[in-house]
């Protein structure tokens, strides 16, 4: 698919072709001047926590550090509406009842304070799992795993209400790098059966909740995972795919062949960790990438055209796609999982080029900036735009309304 | 493991400590001598149809060729009490409507004539299915499919009470080598749908059966699949494994980690197509082994001497493991699929080593021959024996008995 096809896909996908009609008590405002603005996408463009946010939502910087942590959110915020907040047990609740809850509650706030939907990663996973675990039974890991869920889920009700729940099933029962306590628990119960007791605890804490499994897996391994959970009747919300593509982009066509593997559960896919990095490229015949041990890699010019051309046709390419709802990028800023040059923004929190292109096109190609316009003799005027929340003004007066579908969409506004 | 400790598994694991307490009406038998003679293994050992025993058994041969059939099937009939009958779709029923059930019904007896269980496969599967279902609708492949488990299984009660009802089922909707009904219908269905669907299907025709889920994939995503279908309440009586080892022998520990994975279900294990060949070994960039094209492809001295230590090792692996109930060879005789040198048999029927050696694993070390025994001034005796049936003979008197279970066993036998 070249990218003339996906631009043409991506309008057909992402776009409402949106016919409005103004009246003012009954009677149709015609030839009326007003300006319409776009005020949010409904896809979802996200990265994660970042340290220094957590820090500052919680009155820990100052000065330099100050600075570079609103340099961060200030790009941060022009482009992305979704943020992934951590819950890696080990670092969550290093000492067994002592959680950071109201740290990652304040960051987590701030986010949506700031027009981010925010989600919660992982709530049950092996690794950074706490080695507290280890002292237990079997039944007594199930009872704290269980019993977290439901703490974390009602703690930040309101704020979270998407979740990772179980991350990487599909290696869990095996993993075998190192000993704890959930590859034990799952080696006894069973990934269905992990699966479903913790999808059915988060879902009992918050019913109103959206929970994705999530695995780096894109082997039938996990296709048939799903399809397991699936047929014995859990509720997965959405399908979580990570790509760390730290060994290079996997580029068009494999990403379309793994779409064409998930696609058939007919529900949505979240792109959930999403690296192509501005770098050298890590070795082939690493397996594990925890495995590839440097203390530094650095961004090249070289690195970061070719990170901005494969970010522009990997995010084309997933847009193009009806059953992808997000995408999020993974580490913002440089030199933070395996210090790999993966972000957007170099370590001074600079904006690659892959940055600035993304920008255009979410904030530009795919955007409607404040526009004029007018209804005709009818009350009626048309535009394209693509999916979101939208703000219509008049003089003072602001209407809110959104664009939730594609395709033709008829609105009645009435002032 | 080695050798000691997996000979100490399989006494532990096949073999039963018997005492026997015999009686005539209700008079302990005391001082009585008798023979004890083994008849037949618990354990099953199998291998392939054999064309030439298809043919013989429908009286199509004469000549030398009556001759290698009939020198193929007493080696066969030494060392084996199963065999496997082919049921590929597209040479069973090659025109729809004419099926040739005659003709390996008559096989099938013949083998359950002299003494074997008998295994149908597979029932359904991808490669070698019926071409004419490429004109079909996907509802109307199901109806074939369907109505084609239900005639097979119905027609073979009695004979054949086991089968491989799926086969292959993790690539099976992925399988892109060739356009086929069968993919076409899971790739629609799903995996664990069509999968109950056949069991089902197959169970409703024959409730006594036995049926098996039978792969080459012993990645997670099979042990996956096994979970997915036991979760959705699907019975699968038997965990199928292949294992063509074209490309060298996995060893004592993969086969071991295998093992690990699978045995979890708490369900049997049937080793069923397993080849170790006897000369020069596949290279390992093929992928699928079908791909391995050659016209000639013999068996060498120092293969054979191979092959005759890997044989043995592989059985006592299988053997000492307690969740293993059966081992079936692929290509009894050499020059069967792909050419190979995979036979016990070389292709003039004469015994290769591993074929000697494990003769005398299965009829010598595992094997009780008949033996003079006495009872003691109560009645009885006690000996050791495998797991299976067994004979006892006082004068012309012969009595039938089986061990059934491992370790400790008291019978009571009234003459």
Known sequence: MDNLN?????????TARATLTLSHNGVPLANQDMRIEQKKHKFLFGSTWGESTIAMANGDLSGKAQEQAELRNEHYLQLFNLATMPFYW????????????????????????????????????????????????????????????????????????????????????IFDKYDNGITRLCKEMGRIHLIRTMFETARA??????????????????DILIEGCLEAGIQIDVIGIQTHMHQGYWGVEKTRRVLERFERFHLPIHFTETNIISGELMPLEIVDLNDYQVTEWPSTPAGEERQAREVILHFKTLLA?????????????????????????????????????????????WWLPQTKMT???????????????????????????????????????NL
Chains 1, 2 share one sequence.
């Open 6 to 14: 996906l631009d043409l896909a991506i309008r057909h996908n992402r």
């Open 90 to 173: 080990g670092r969550f609740e290093p000492v067994r009842g002592m959680p950071q809850t109201q740290r990652i509650l304040n960051a987590a706030r701030w986010y949506q304070d700031h027009g981010c939907r925010v989600k919660g990663h992982p709530l049950c996973w092996h690794t950074l799992t706490a080695n507290w675990l280890l002292e237990m039974s079997s039944r007594e890991i199930l009872e704290a795993q269980v019993g977290r869920i439901n703490r974390e889920v009602s703690d930040f009700t309101g704020v979270i209400d998407t979740w990772d729940v179980v991350n990487e099933a599909v290696i869990m029962p």
């Open 205 to 222: 804490a918050n019913p109103g909740i959206t929970l994705l499994l999530n695995d780096f897996d894109v082997s039938p391994a996990y």
């Open 375 to 413: 209804t005709d003799e009818n009350g009626r005027l048309s535009f394209t735009g693509f999916m979101g929340t939208y703000e219509l003004s008049i003089g003072n007066q602001k209407i809110p309304f959104s664009l939730d579908q594609k395709g033709e969409v008829a609105l009645h506004l």
């Open 321 to 365: 796609h009806p059953a992808v709802e997000a995408i999020s990028w993974w580490d913002f800023v440089d030199n933070g999982w395996l210090h790999a040059p993966a972000g957007l923004l170099r370590e001074d929190c600079s904006p690659k080029p892959a940055y600035d292109a993304l920008l255009k096109l979410v904030k530009g190609e």
